[in-house]
């Protein structure tokens, strides 16, 4: 098993090398197409540590990239529970805990709680190359 993680954290660490070096390319925003994605959507938007669009002038893109980011941490996130922790993490947050207290609130594997951390923390950095190519195009205008 200790395989699998180090695969999936060699897949993060490249796709943040790749989203941190091809600023240029824009990340498309996928279809939701289950229900507990827009809950975990819409819970992340209302208590995200991340300022909103609107309050530090995101362009439309970098919101679309930064909505993008939350639903594959979403999808991956689902794709490591079964379907009664989905069903509890949804009622988690509709009991309005954030994602991390509705997360910390499931009964999970070791294993899963390493993949859950790790798509966390692969996300947060992903919304900080978002951010921080933001601030930078600020900085030198």
């Known amino acids: 098993m200790a395989i699998h993680l180090t695969k999936r954290l060699f897949v993060f660490a490249a796709i943040l090398a790749f989203v941190l070096f091809m600023p240029g390319i824009a990340l498309a925003a996928p279809v939701q197409l289950h229900t507990t994605s827009s809950v975990i959507f819409t819970q992340t938007t209302k208590t995200a540590s991340y300022s ?31 379907t009664s922790q989905r069903a509890q993490l949804t009622h988690n947050l509709r009991n309005g805990n954030n994602i991390n207290q509705a997360l910390e609130k499931l009964s999970l594997q070791p294993e899963q709680q390493d993949l859950v951390k790790a798509i ?18 600020i900085v030198h205008k």
Do not use: D
């Not at 930064?66 to 529970?81: F, P, S």
């Not at 966390?120 to 195009?137: D, E, P, Y």
């Open 52 to 82: 909103t669009s609107s309050e530090i002038n995101l362009t439309p893109l970098q919101s679309q990239q930064l909505q993008a980011v939350r639903q594959r941490r979403n999808r991956e996130i689902e794709a490591v529970l079964n």
């Open 120 to 137: 966390v923390q692969f996300t947060n950095l992903k919304m900080k190359a978002v951010s921080s190519r933001h601030s930078l195009k």
